[in-house]
């Protein structure tokens, strides 16, 4: 099966990969560490217990408990009437899950790697994103696609692309991106409840990763609101946005640059649709500097919207360059070393954001 190959594979690379992931930690006071894991799937239980409308859908949600475990134990709590293993069939069972939500049902349908999402993009958005707006508010579609996106580790292009900006360019769809386990749990109980359909892009790699919540977070009413950002770091010096795995890296930045004097503010974006401009905006009339951080491709990136939206809103307080961190123009390789040059490091932002602060050699003065 291929989620026993890809957990085995990841089993084999996650010790490389640890320590640039380690550092992902939240600034939050805390009483508990759990998992992004454990995040995701106590939001669906207590979703599901809450709310009987509520059933998952997806390639081994059912009898395998998930080909990442994140609905382990659901089968067995609810039944096979509410936790449906379908068939190798995007396209089949997400059209499947958007009819069910038509009737007022609220499916949350589950892809093996959003990759595998392009089977089924005409269901997503011309079946679910659009409807509200042609039905002229008749019908909503409360569904939730969730899943693992953008780069884990050796699985070659076809599993490793990031769709946020895909999506998030489509009206009617919001697009929302955890990078902790406040993050999953809240975001994922607030794209449960959110009448509108909902794309939820998690991250495989931190799914074992252990992060600290507080009393508040643990408590089944825990909510976070959709398109709001969390600064994860405040700074005075320049602003880094990220979203995902990236923000762990921002932060690791953020702490590196500190060391030289250089204060930087780091903000989780949390939702890439709706996007939290007011946020950025308020932050880069802070700071007078802006880098933005992501996995995916830069042409017509989350990364590309973010510079628009500042230079429109707040070009006079920019006092350097604008700069966007993004993966390599080029579909992800297999090989270890050619797919690490393919995705941001720590390193690129560093020297991204001394340029910002003029602490090094421009790169037009390298060319």
């Known amino acids: ?43 669906l239980d207590e979703e599901m217990s809450a709310d009987p409308k509520v059933f998952l859908m997806g390639e081994e949600v059912g009898e395998y408990q998930g080909a990442y475990k994140i609905t382990k134990g659901l089968l067995e709590k609810y039944g096979p009437e509410r936790v449906l293993d379908t068939p190798i069939t995007e396209a089949g069972f997400t059209g499947i899950g958007v009819g069910a939500a038509y009737y007022g049902l609220k499916p949350v349908v589950e892809f093996m790697t959003f990759n595998f999402s392009m089977q089924a993009i005409d269901h997503i958005i ?19 696609f969730r899943g693992p996106n953008g780069a884990a580790a050796g699985v070659g292009a ?7 900006a895909w999506y ?17 749990r809240g975001l994922l109980k607030a794209a449960i409840r959110d009448p509108d359909p909902v794309v939820f892009l998690e991250n495989e790699l931190l799914y074992g990763e252990s992060f600290p919540v507080s009393d508040e977070v643990l408590d089944s009413s825990f909510c976070l609101p959709i398109g709001k950002a969390k600064i994860e770091r405040e700074g005075k010096d320049v602003t880094i946005t990220a979203f995902s795995k990236m923000v762990g890296y921002a932060l690791k930045v953020s702490e590196m640059l500190e060391r030289d004097g250089i204060y930087a503010e780091v903000i989780n974006l949390r939702s890439i649709r709706p996007l939290d401009r007011s946020t950025i905006n308020t932050s880069v009339r802070k700071t007078n500097r802006l880098i933005t951080v992501e996995e995916g ?23 350097a360059p604008v700069e966007r961190i993004a993966g390599a123009d080029v579909p992800m390789p297999y090989a270890a070393n ?5 995705v941001p490091q720590v390193e690129d ?3 991204a954001a001394k340029r910002a602060c003029y602490r090094s050699v421009p790169l037009a003065a390298t060319a």
């Open 1 to 43: 099966m291929l989620a026993i190959a890809r957990q085995r594979m990841l089993g084999q690379s996650f010790k490389k990969i640890l320590p640039a992931v380690s550092v992902l930690r939240s600034y939050s006071s805390a009483a508990k560490q759990i998992t992004v894991r454990e995040a995701l799937n106590s939001a």
């Open 126 to 144: 011309n079946s679910a994103a659009k409807s509200n707006y042609m039905s002229a508010g008749q019908i909503s579609v409360p569904i939730v």
């Open 158 to 164: 076809q599993h490793s692309q990031c769709y946020a």
């Open 168 to 184: 998030a360019s489509c009206p009617g769809l919001k697009v929302l991106s955890p990078y902790n386990s406040e993050d999953a």
């Open 297 to 319: 491709f830069p042409q017509h990136g989350v990364g590309a919207e973010i510079c628009a939206s500042v230079v429109e809103e707040s070009f006079s307080y920019l006092d």
């Open 338 to 342: 050619l797919e690490r040059m393919a």
């Open 349 to 351: 932002i560093v020297r």
